[in-house]
């Protein structure tokens, strides 16, 4: 009996310790939908967090320190049916950075087509080689998306498993009616995201975010000058990729999470390395060169940055 009770106190404790990998925030709000019975979202916002939080979607384990952090928004806009609604999602991952409690955005994107049914308190299910509901297949694309781009910025490539992943499910998304899933529909669209991170042709890309995170903001606590210089390289391979292929969808989802946090970076470079920066930046995303300007109006003064640790290598 005593070994039965130590066992289970045993397999509790590995639970705590090794378990799934996310600690994701869900919210589901419906501030235009008017006149129906609103018990159905808070059901939907339980169900998803259950799906995301308790899934196991990887073969490792994963200490609760190593958790990813990431935060899923849907807005309905319409409920097209009593089992059927219209809306959008927001999507961000954070990853924490060595030796210090700030966070750092890696993905902060905004997908306008989502359609998808649900019947109150049916089961979540989802399978990467069959379609049978785009609410689970775009949720359980960008949890890889996610899992792709922070193993990525631990070790150079080494989030390729997660994207290989998300295109199993885009694959098995071509015959849904379904928008979002389709090279044709646009250019800016679940397809092209996860296209961008396998084309081998724009590697340069995913060596971007491994040397900003791995060889810059993570060196920064200890040496704030090696940290900056990661980051710069990181920018150096952007524009490689931006010269290759102007205003590729990934180079603008990467630049859209990290413009403010750059000019914070390079607010207190050097005048000479300031000026090489919002060079690149301006080249590759001229549409915040107003933004980056301020790197030049900000006078250099000594100070401290921010980053963390390394723990999927």
Known sequence: MHKLLFSAVLLISSTLLFSQEFICQVQVSSPQVQGTDRRVFQTLQTALYEFVNDTKWTNYDFKVQEKIECTIGINISERISSDEFKGTLNIQLRRPIYKTSYNSVILNYFDKNFQFKYLEYESLEFNENTFTSNLTSVIAYYIYIFLGMDFDSYALNGGSQFFEKAQSVVNSAQSSPMQGWKAFESLKNRYWMVENLLNSSYSSLREANYNYHRKGLDLMSDNIELGRSGVYESLELLRKVNREKPGLFMTQVFL?????????????????????????????????????????????????????GSLRK
Do not use: H
């Open 256 to 308: 859209e999470a990290k413009s403010d946090e750059l000019v914070n970076i390079f607010s207190q470079a050097s005048p000479t390395d300031k000026q090489k920066a919002v060079n690149i930046l301006k080249e590759i995303d001229p549409s915040n060169s107003g933004k980056y300007q301020k790197i030049l109006q900000t006078s250099t003064m000594p100070g401290s940055s921010s980053n963390t």
